[in-house]
C-alpha cells in the first residue's frame, strides 16, 4: 500500500492537497483503512509513506523489490497525478502489477489504465478487497464492482460498487490499531490538534451541496453513513489505553455534526465511559446550536474546524454553501460562548470573488478573530460543479490538475477572472495570512489558547505551527524575487 514520492511532506489525502503552509501532514487514511482491512482478511500487508518517511522512487524500489507483493496499491490525487502515474511506469517496469486508488480514479480511469493494471474507482477499501481475493483465487475481474482494467487491449469498466454502508464502517478494524503497526504516529500534525495526534473517520460521505468539494463528488459519495456510536467509542477508547502518546483524535469526516441526536448521543457515551482523550471535528455552520456545542465542551472537544469560505451572501449562494453571512457571525459567537477553539477556513477567488469581497471576508476575519485561520486558493478538481462552471465560462488557465502547484509544492491559482487576476488571487491569500498572524491583535487570541487546560501542549502546537508557517512565508518571498528577477532579464533581452 503506498502513498507515493512526490514533494515532503505533501498532503496527498488532504481535501486540498498541496504542502501545508503550516506544517500540516495527514496521515494516509484511506491506505490505512484499506490495510486493516486487507489484514483482518488474512493478508500480508506492507503500508509505505513516502512523504512522511521522505523516501524518493529509488527507496521504493528497492523496498518493492524486498517485499515482493503479489500487488502494489498506489494511491493519487488530482494535484501530483502525472508524478504518481511516473511512479507507476517505474514500478511496472519491474513486473509488479499495479492498482491505482483515489479521487482522479473516476474522473481519469482511462488515461490511468495506460500505466497501471487496474483503477479502482471511488472509495476504494471493499473494492481492492475484492480484487485480492479474485486475484488470489484466480476469479473472474469481471465480478468486481468499481474497477477498471483491460482485456486483449480494451478497456473494461466493471459497475460502480455501490457506497460502503454503515454496517460495513462498523466492521472495519480500528484505523488507530493500522497507524499503530505501520507508521509512527510523531510524524503527522494539524495545527489545530494536540501533538501527536490521530485521524479517524467517524462517518463517510456529505449531503451537502458545497460546489467546490471534491471528496463528495468523485470519492465518497453525497450519502452521510456512520459508525454506530458504541464502535465509535471503542476506538477512542482503545487510542487512550494503548497509543498513550496521542493527545487528541481528529474526527475527520467532512462534517461530524449532521446529526444533533448522534452528537449528544456520543457526547453522553463519552462521560459515561469516563474518557479524557480530547478530540476535534470538522463542523458546518448550520448543524449547531449553543446548547449542543456546550455538550461538545463538557465532552472534551477542543477544536470545530469550519467552513466559512467567504463573507458575502453572492459567493455562499453561488457554491450552495446552504447559509447567509449573518449565521455565520452568530455561529462565530457561540463558539466562544460555548468555550470552544475555532478553526475557519475561507477560500479566496470564488465564482463571485471581486477585490472588494476580498475586502469582506478580510474585515469578517478581523471581527470574528478566529483561533486558526486558514485561507486556500480556489482550486477547481475535475468531476466537481465549480470546476464545470470555470471551463464553461472560459475562467481556466489550464484544465490540467497537474498545474495547481508551484514549483515548491503550493497552491497556485489556475482561475483567473478579468477583475481579478490568478496573481491577485495568490497575493490576496498571503496578505490575509500575513496581517492576520503576524498582527499584534492576535497576541491575545493565542494567549487565550495557552492560559487554559494543557497550556503547555497548546503553545507547543502554536510555535511549531508558527516555525513552519514563517518559513512559508521566507520561501515564498525569496521566490517572488527571484521570478521578479527573471522577468527583468527577459525585459532586458
Excluded at 479502482?120 to 477498471?148: H, M, P, Q, W
Excluded at 482494467?149 to 480494451?154: P, S, V
Excluded at 486558526?372 to 462552471?389: A, H, K, M
Amino acid at each position: 500500500m503506498l502513498n507515493p514520492p512526490y514533494f515532503p511532506r505533501f498532503g496527498r489525502e488532504m481535501r486540498w492537497q498541496d504542502t501545508g503552509r503550516g506544517g500540516t501532514l495527514y496521515y494516509p487514511i484511506w491506505l490505512s483503512y484499506a490495510t486493516g482491512l486487507l489484514e483482518s482478511l488474512g493478508h500480508n500487508v506492507r503500508l509505505v509513506d513516502c512523504p512522511a518517511w521522505n523516501w524518493k522512487i529509488e527507496d521504493v524500489l528497492k523496498d518493492i523489490e524486498k517485499f515482493d507483493p503479489e500487488l502494489v496499491v498506489v494511491e493519487t490525487s488530482f494535484t501530483s497525478l502525472k508524478n504518481d502515474l511516473e511512479v507507476v511506469r517505474r514500478i511496472k517496469s519491474m513486473e509488479f502489477q499495479v492498482a491505482v486508488v483515489g479521487p482522479p480514479v473516476s474522473q481519469f480511469s482511462e488515461e490511468i489504465l495506460n500505466h497501471a493494471d487496474f483503477a479502482a474507482r471511488y472509495e476504494f477499501d471493499f473494492t481492492i478487497a475484492d480484487l485480492c481475493e479474485k486475484l488470489e483465487k484466480n476469479g473472474k475481474l469481471e465480478d468486481v464492482l468499481g474497477i477498471s482494467f483491460k482485456i486483449d487491449g480494451r478497456i473494461v469498466h466493471n459497475p460502480d460498487r455501490p457506497f460502503s454502508t454503515s454496517e460495513q464502517l462498523n466492521m472495519l478494524p480500528f484505523v488507530s490499531e493500522v497507524y499503530k503497526r505501520h507508521l509512527n504516529i510523531r510524524d503527522y500534525f494539524l495545527n489545530y490538534s494536540l501533538y501527536p495526534m490521530v485521524q479517524i473517520f467517524t462517518g463517510r460521505g456529505c449531503p451537502n451541496s458545497c460546489t467546490f468539494c471534491s471528496w463528495p463528488q468523485t470519492f465518497t459519495g453525497r450519502k452521510y453513513r456512520v459508525r454506530s456510536v458504541e464502535n465509535l467509542l471503542e476506538e477512542l477508547e482503545f487510542v487512550e489505553n494503548e497509543i498513550k502518546k496521542v493527545k487528541e483524535v481528529f474526527f475527520e469526516d467532512d462534517t461530524f455534526t449532521i446529526s444533533k441526536k448522534r452528537v449528544l448521543e456520543f457526547c453522553k457515551g463519552y462521560r459515561e465511559g469516563k474518557l479524557e482523550i480530547s478530540w476535534s471535528c470538522n463542523a458546518r455552520v448550520d448543524t449547531l446550536d449553543l446548547e449542543t456545542m456546550r455538550e461538545m465542551r463538557r465532552a472534551n472537544c477542543r477544536f470545530l474546524v469550519v467552513g466559512f469560505e467567504s463573507a458575502d451572501d453572492g459567493i455562499l449562494r453561488n457554491i450552495k454553501k446552504g447559509f447567509t453571512v449573518e449565521r455565520a457571525r452568530e455561529f462565530a459567537r457561540e463558539v466562544k460562548k460555548a468555550g470552544l477553539f475555532l478553526h475557519a477556513d475561507f477560500i479566496i477567488g470564488l465564482p463571485g470573488e471581486t477585490k472588494e469581497t476580498i475586502e469582506k471576508t478580510k474585515r469578517f476575519i478581523k471581527e470574528i478573530k478566529p483561533e486558526q485561520l486558514q485561507i486556500s486558493v480556489v482550486t477547481p478538481f475535475p468531476g466537481t460543479e465549480l470546476y464545470d462552471w470555470l471551463n464553461k465560462n472560459g475562467y481556466l488557465i489550464t484544465n490540467d490538475p497537474n498545474e495547481y502547484l508551484d514549483e515548491q509544492g503550493h497552491q497556485k491559482s489556475i482561475v483567473s477572472y478579468p477583475w481579478l487576476s490568478a496573481d491577485e488571487i495568490v497575493k490576496a491569500v498571503d496578505d490575509i495570512l500575513k496581517e492576520y498572524y503576524l498582527s499584534l491583535s492576535y497576541i491575545p487570541v493565542a494567549l487565550r489558547q495557552i492560559f487554559r487546560k494543557r497550556g503547555m501542549d497548546e503553545a507547543k502546537r502554536l510555535f511549531r505551527s508558527a516555525t513552519l508557517f514563517m518559513r512559508y512565508i521566507s520561501r515564498r518571498e525569496r521566490f517572488a524575487k527571484q521570478i521578479s528577477k527573471t522577468m527583468e532579464k527577459s525585459d532586458c533581452l
